[in-house]
């Protein structure tokens, strides 16, 4: 069956020696512990080889919030995925939003990137969602199936089963306005029954769907209990070790 899993985004926050503190906090909240999920943490490229290898026989896995649409090569300032999995982390965070929105990421690059996370070995955290407008006009359900379509659907059946998915409604990163969880399971059988129309319905019930969007300490446990919301992608709450500890304690 597919496995709960709760994944910090630290985004650009926390210098090296801050997110060294951070993971050695929440490492040591965990030491003694059997969380009922998968726990990652996705940190920023200049801390995963000292992140990953401070966690490295602890319960929390380690991501990289991106990596690149090409495989190596003439491309300054760009980060591999072979270089991700040459530090230690294990997943890679593709297609949020604000990579979407301020780096201008198509459906096309994410593709890319998705396969070359793959060939790689890394598990991808594969985020999809709607704009505030989009669902304004009752559209978010087109938008996430194009978005599936546009970047997923080329895998194999093989490849899709190491995917894991993260939705999360744009209007709700990072704005305190969290959906609810009946809209969260709404949307997450949705996307549920697209992947059984695809890949079949063993496929479809093995892939763990993660909400993302304003989740927190307060609302995990009301979201997480919802039969399709297997876990969450959480931002601004993953950036405090105990806030982050309660959000996996929901589990
Ligand atoms: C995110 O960055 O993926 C996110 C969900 O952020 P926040 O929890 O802060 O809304």
């Given at each position: 069956?597919?496995?709960?899993?709760?994944?910090?985004?630290?985004?650009?926050?926390?210098?090296?020696?801050?997110?060294?503190?951070?993971?050695?906090?929440?490492?040591?909240?965990?030491?003694?512990?059997?969380?009922?999920?998968?726990?990652?943490?996705?940190?920023?490229?200049?801390?995963?080889?000292?992140?990953?290898?401070?966690?490295?026989?602890?319960?929390?896995?380690?991501?990289?919030?991106?990596?690149?649409?090409?495989?190596?090569?003439?491309?300054?300032?760009?980060?591999s995925a072979a270089?991700?999995?040459?530090?230690?982390?294990?997943?890679?965070?593709?297609?949020?939003?604000?990579?979407?929105?301020?780096?201008?990421?198509?459906?096309?690059?994410?593709?890319?990137?998705?396969?070359?996370?793959?060939?790689?070995?890394?598990?991808?955290?594969?985020?999809?969602?709607?704009?505030?407008?989009?669902?304004?006009?009752?559209?978010?359900?087109?938008?996430?199936?194009?978005?599936?379509?546009?970047?997923?659907?080329?895998?194999?059946?093989?490849?899709?089963?190491?995917?894991?998915?993260?939705?999360?409604?744009?209007?709700?990163?990072?704005?305190?306005?969290?959906?609810?969880?009946?809209?969260?399971?709404?949307?997450?059988?949705?996307?549920?029954?697209?992947?059984a129309e695809k890949?079949?319905?063993?496929?479809?019930?093995?892939?763990?769907?993660?909400?993302?969007?304003?989740?927190?300490?307060?609302?995990?446990?009301?979201?997480?209990?919802?039969?399709?919301?297997?876990?969450?992608?959480?931002?601004?709450?993953?950036?405090?070790?105990?806030?982050?500890?309660?959000?996996?304690?929901?589990?």
């Amino acid at each position: 069956m597919r496995k709960n899993i709760v994944a910090g985004n630290w985004k650009m926050n926390k210098t090296l020696q801050e997110g060294v503190e951070l993971a050695t906090e929440l490492r040591d909240l965990l030491s003694n512990v059997k969380p009922n999920c998968e726990v990652v943490i996705g940190v920023p490229f200049t801390h995963l080889v000292t992140v990953s290898a401070l966690l490295h026989g602890s319960v929390i896995a380690v991501a990289a919030e991106n990596c690149a649409d090409k495989a190596s090569g003439a491309y300054t300032g760009e980060v591999s995925a072979a270089m991700v999995k040459s530090t230690g982390a294990e997943y890679c965070i593709i297609g949020h939003s604000e990579r979407r929105l301020y780096y201008g990421e198509t459906y096309a690059i994410l593709k890319e990137k998705t396969l070359l996370a793959l060939n790689n070995g890394l598990k991808p955290i594969f985020c999809i969602g709607e704009l505030k407008e989009e669902r304004e006009a009752g559209c978010q359900n087109d938008v996430v199936k194009a978005q599936l379509e546009g970047s997923l659907f080329n895998l194999t059946e093989d490849e899709f089963t190491q995917i894991a998915l993260a939705y999360e409604p744009v209007w709700a990163i990072g704005t305190g306005l969290t959906a609810t969880s009946d809209q969260a399971q709404a949307m997450h059988a949705f996307i549920r029954q697209l992947i059984a129309e695809k890949y079949g319905q063993p496929t479809a019930d093995n892939t763990s769907i993660l909400y993302g969007g304003s989740c927190n300490a307060g609302n995990a446990k009301e979201l997480f209990s919802k039969p399709d919301v297997d876990g969450g992608l959480i931002g601004g709450a993953s950036l405090k070790s105990q806030e982050f500890k309660a959000i996996i304690d929901a589990f």
